[in-house]
């Protein structure tokens, strides 16, 4: 096995993912809704967020280019991390360095993770509602009011009462109309490609590192290897019992907490399936449409599908007709992710010839 699949199903209550014109969403042609999402690129970030809170390791730095140009204006240029491996929100999410004038190396590593996007379990089983907001500060005497002229000067407060007369208009209180909310229930998908997930190639025709991180590995006890890729270095069996352990609790238990301060949701996962085999993990959890009403659908979870392994929690009893939720199912499919990880042999993925 050099691949494991993982689909997570969780619940989302009047909330939001991504912030686009209220909620980021995309149209769904055969059912004809608007289906809201949270793209992979946020699921990974939450996800390497949560593994860095895990492990208690802060975030690589990100180096940010800018360039003066003949005007005395700034220009953003690139913008690269460290490509370094002993950072795990690197080594787990990849890098690209690619320098301005080609005169340098290009270092890449493509993530082991592969993710996907937080979608409905089926079209008829989310969607969007929109509410309309405001920011009343009315009742507060101590406001500060602004009014500007056509001019950008401000006018005094005889001059805006005299400008208010015949209006009736608040300058304490914004209406904020049509806020999109996401409900209903979501599905994402992860690969992990053991191959690559702690080893790191040190080939010199498709560069990942530079050399001077090359021979730092080496002095901290990274091991000589080779598996598919070509030569390689393998991080130290100390550094992979750690991770492993922040990366499965991270996959189980990350939230989207950013663009929610009014509309937190738990996001609770009702059902996570775990297997080597990505054809039988998409039938472990799925939806189908009812046959009395083609408009409807109903979720499905499959405790009973050989080779794979599905962990199912007790909210989930809520939403889906199923039997075998557990309190612990959570902490089961964690620790399902940790042998699985911790069973690959990293150092010695290629049979001596």
């Known amino acids: ?24 969403y995309y149209y769904d042609s055969q059912f004809g809704r608007r289906i809201p999402f949270s793209s992979g690129q946020q699921v990974k970030r939450s996800m390497i967020d949560s593994l860095c809170d895990s492990i208690n390791q802060a975030p690589s730095p990100t180096t940010f280019l ?9 220009k953003e240029g690139e913008v690269y991390g460290t490509c370094d491996p002993r950072y795990a929100d690197q080594l787990f999410g990849g890098w690209m360095k690619a320098a301005k004038g080609g005169k340098d190396r290009t270092l890449k590593r493509r993530s ?40 950008g000067n401000e006018l005094s407060e005889d001059q805006i009462v005299s ?31 053991l191959r690559r997930l702690f080893n790191v190639s040190v080939n010199s025709f498709e560069p990942e590192m530079s050399g001077s991180t090359i021979e730092n590995l080496k002095n ?9 890729f070509g030569p390689c270095l393998v991080a130290p069996q100390a550094i992979r019992k750690q991770w492993v352990e922040g990366l499965a609790h991270a996959i189980i238990n990350w939230r989207i907490t950013s663009n929610q301060s009014r509309t937190f949701s738990l996001m609770d996962t009702l059902a996570v399936s775990v297997s080597d085999n990505a054809n039988l993990i998409a039938g472990s959890i799925r939806a189908k449409l009812s ?22 929690t007790l909210q989930a009893g809520g939403f889906i007709h199923t039997k075998g939720e557990q309190a612990d199912a959570l902490e089961k499919a964690e620790q399902k992710l940790v042998d699985l990880m911790m069973a690959y042999d990293y150092e010695n993925q290629v049979v001596p010839q």
């Open 1 to 24: 096995m050099n691949t494991i699949y993982i689909r997570t199903l969780k619940r989302a209550e009047h909330t939001v993912f991504n912030v686009s014109d209220g909620q980021k």
């Open 66 to 74: 800018f360039d003066v140009t003949k005007q005395k204006e700034l």
């Open 112 to 151: 082991p993770l592969s993710i996907s996007a937080m979608r409905a379990l089926h079209p008829m089983l989310a969607g969007m509602d929109s509410e309309n907001a405001s920011f009343d500060r009315s009742e507060r005497p101590n406001n500060k009011v602004i009014v500007r002229d056509e001019k």
């Open 163 to 193: 400008f208010l007369e015949g209006k009736d208009r608040s300058l304490s209180r914004k209406w904020i109309p049509d806020n999109r909310r996401a409900t209903g229930l979501f599905v994402f998908d992860v690969a992990i490609d």
């Open 220 to 228: 901290e006890g990274w091991v000589e290897s080779v598996n598919v």
């Open 291 to 312: 046959e009395e009403d083609s408009k409807k659908a109903e979720p499905i979870v499959d405790e009973n599908i050989k080779g794979v392994d599905t962990f199912i």
